[in-house]
């Protein structure tokens, strides 16, 4: 959820800020330090919507997130995450790739090159963002960095066809397209032979031979017309509002069951109220991007499940950090690192709890703080990698996604 979605106002039910709506900040917290965005006569704010308890645990949520409500007993949810950044590009960068230096290999590129892809038809690794506009940390969070090029993630368009130029030219045959691929590649290979150094250009002969392949089996891949009525209004096709995230889960989906390793989906484009970005008209932002996201988020979910698939995919959903307990002057809230949620699904995971808090105003991570890291080493753990063993040689060190760093949540393992 690009742009920092705000936790106190969606899963971090806080009623202190109820009883100090508009008081000062208690000195326990700024406790004279100089900390990003809060000023020390900033006014605590209360969150303008109600919460409601769920499912069998009794998880409470926002009252923008009915759909996911109803699949809280699938859920665990972290209410204790910490990041090392607070402005939008560097924390998406390091969430997606462990480290605030560009030129990481996200963590895409780390699972695909850990677990390889079940389908040699279609990529690996799959990106999809907002047709606002994608994340302001760019093509940073899908990078394969010092890895292989060939791990990079490939983008999906959000809007008209997924994959540009993907059906064949009126009046080429498959078999005459076979044949000047055929010629392409014994040119690559010479030129490769004279520069074996160049690691992009076997990469590139990969991906047109990919791009063949991907002209046989990707249209059937993305072609939702397939799917019944019944389960695109499940992911809220039929709402306009909804439509456009929802087709993107749904295509996810698709990708999965095909062998598509990892798929990297981004709601909220460019910054400020086209993504949630809350700096102002805080109740607004959140009614303009959670219905977007609520029911095709459940709606993956739940058809996982009826599908036999949710044991073995894993559901992450979060954003690059949260929001500030306190009104930034406009009914907003600013950027915080220290204390934010995120929630995870199947694939292993014990749903029907929460784990971690944050203080009693939600500032800052106060029980079982959970770094990037950490988070990191649990997403491996679960699909089957210990983070410690899953290196690349680069620069005479061993290099990971979790750097010198990381450990495993067990408490939300099932």
């Known amino acids: 959820m690009a742009g920092g979605p705000s936790q106190l106002d969606l899963f971090d039910d806080k009623p202190s800020l109820h009883k100090y709506d508009g008081k000062p900040v208690p000195t326990t917290i700024l406790n004279?330090?100089?900390l990003p965005f809060i000023e020390s006569d900033a006014a605590l704010m209360a969150s303008p919507l109600k919460f409601n308890s769920h499912g069998e645990c009794g998880t409470r949520l926002s009252e923008l997130l009915p759909h996911l409500g109803t699949i809280v007993d699938d859920i665990a949810v972290v209410r204790s995450m910490q990041t090392d950044a607070f402005n939008h590009a560097p924390a998406q960068i390091f969430l997606s790739t462990g480290h605030l230096q560009l030129g990481r290999p996200s963590m895409g590129a780390w699972v695909t090159y850990g677990l390889g892809s079940e389908n040699n038809s279609l990529p690996g690794f799959v990106v999809m963002w907002d047709h606002r506009g994608g994340p302001v940390g760019g093509a940073q969070n899908w990078t394969s960095g010092f890895l292989p090029a060939a791990y990079q993630g490939t983008p999906f368009r959000s809007q008209g066809e997924p994959i540009i130029d993907i059906r064949l030219p009126a009046g080429l045959t498959p078999q005459q397209q076979k044949k000047r691929l055929a010629l392409l590649a014994r040119l690559n290979a010479r030129h490769l032979e004279k520069n074996p150094?160049?690691?992009?250009?076997?990469?590139r002969i990969q991906s047109y031979e990919l791009a063949y392949r991907m002209q046989m089996s990707a249209p059937?891949?993305?072609d939702l017309d397939q799917e019944t009525a019944e389960t695109q209004t499940l992911y809220g096709l039929d709402r306009p509002i909804s439509s456009y995230f929802g087709r993107q889960c749904l295509l996810a989906r698709r990708l999965v069951e095909r062998g598509v390793r990892f798929v990297q989906i981004y709601s909220g484009g460019a910054d400020q109220q086209l993504s949630w970005d809350a700096h102002s008209s805080l109740r607004a932002n959140l009614e303009q991007h959670c219905p977007e996201i609520d029911q095709p988020v459940a709606?993956?979910?739940?058809?996982?499940?009826?599908?036999?698939l949710l044991d073995e995919t894993l559901i992450v959903w979060g954003g690059e950090f949260g929001r500030m307990p306190t009104n930034q002057g406009t009914i907003g809230r600013d950027h915080n690192p220290r204390g934010f949620t995120t929630f995870l699904a199947g694939g292993g995971v014990r749903g029907g709890m929460t784990y971690g808090a944050t203080?009693?105003?939600?500032?800052?991570?106060?029980?079982?703080?959970?770094?990037?890291?950490?988070?990191?080493a649990t997403c491996l753990h679960l699909l089957g990698m210990d983070h410690e063993q899953l290196t690349y040689h680069h620069r005479s060190r061993e290099m990971r996604l979790t750097d010198v760093a990381g450990i495993v949540l067990d408490d939300i393992l099932a």
Do not use: M, T
């Open 359 to 376: 203080d009693e105003f939600g500032y800052a991570a106060e029980q079982n703080p959970v770094s990037v890291h950490d988070l990191h």
């Open 299 to 308: 709606g993956l979910i739940k058809d996982l499940e009826r599908r036999g």
């Open 220 to 222: 059937e891949a993305v």
């Open 32 to 34: 004279g330090q100089d």
């Open 197 to 203: 150094a160049e690691a992009s250009l076997s990469a």
